[in-house]
């Protein structure tokens, strides 16, 4: 009886996991009947599953290897298969093969972000993100197509567009620029009052053009990597960009270290 309970898995967070990985799977089948504001949705709300399944599987105690792997074949259907797929349906068809290698671009950045990420854990400074995280990426992705759908845009019609800002996404995705990971924050800590107070503005704003400001959101995000990677460096080198960066991380972490203003720019 008790080999058999230590062979089960968690229900909990593999159920919030699920949800991600259904989400995903449903973008790509909206996508294809031509539903492109369902799947935009669809991949947002696959972020918010991801954002719980870890955090509940912390505060339940029910973390587990299985968890961790699972997690990150959902992600990869999620944040990597269904945003590629969702824009080559929404505006990428007409440009041919140009379209199909810039989804592609898309996936594979996905794929080696995803890898790379768990390699790394327990030895990458929490802090940062090296490279655009998938889910972001892939708010980036949705993001525009949904602000396309609710301003009657056809996809088609600004293909180009749609096959630059997603084969950048995929490209941001495997670089070495630093993000903000945010989870220095105190969430546990307490706030000013009027904190709360801009956060329900914020809340207003997201709710009267819920597509526009998050795709700007996330549009400022991804390029907040390579403005704060080329303002933390003196020189700026090609491994700093792209390639193993592992040296680099040090590097980036001492000049963090030695530079007070630069450390406040970054927070």
Do not use: C
């Amino acid at each position: 009886m008790t080999e058999s309970k230590r062979k089960g898995i968690y229900l909990l967070p593999n159920l919030l996991t699920t949800a991600g990985l259904f989400s995903g799977f449903y973008a790509v089948v909206a996508s294809m009947n031509g539903r492109f504001e369902a799947a935009a949705v669809a991949i947002f709300i696959a972020m918010i599953f991801d954002g719980l399944d870890g955090r509940v599987a912390r505060m339940t105690n029910t973390q587990s290897e299985f968890g961790a792997e699972y997690d990150s074949m959902a992600d990869m259907v999620s944040f990597g298969v269904a945003p590629a797929l969702v824009a080559y349906n929404w505006g990428l068809t007409g440009l041919g093969k140009i379209g199909w290698l810039a989804a592609f671009i898309y996936v594979a950045g996905a794929a080696l972000r995803l890898a790379r990420f768990n390699t790394q854990v327990g030895i990458a400074d929490k802090r940062f993100f090296q490279g655009l995280a998938s889910p972001a990426a892939a708010a980036l992705v949705a993001g525009l197509v949904w602000v396309g759908v609710e301003y009657d845009l056809d996809g088609n019609d600004y293909g180009v567009i749609v096959a630059v800002i997603t084969g950048l996404s995929g490209l941001l995705m495997v670089s070495n620029f630093k993000y903000n990971s945010f989870k220095e924050v105190d969430w546990h800590g307490k706030v000013p009052f009027v904190a709360m107070l801009i956060i329900m503005m914020g809340f207003v704003i997201v709710a009267t053009e819920p597509a526009l400001v998050l795709f700007l959101v996330f549009a400022l995000y991804a390029l907040a990597g390579p403005i704060n990677t080329f303002r933390s460096v003196d020189k700026m080198r090609l491994e700093d960009v792209v390639g193993d960066h592992e040296e680099g991380d040090s590097d980036f972490a001492n000049q963090e270290d030695n530079s007070e203003s630069d450390a406040e720019d970054r927070k």
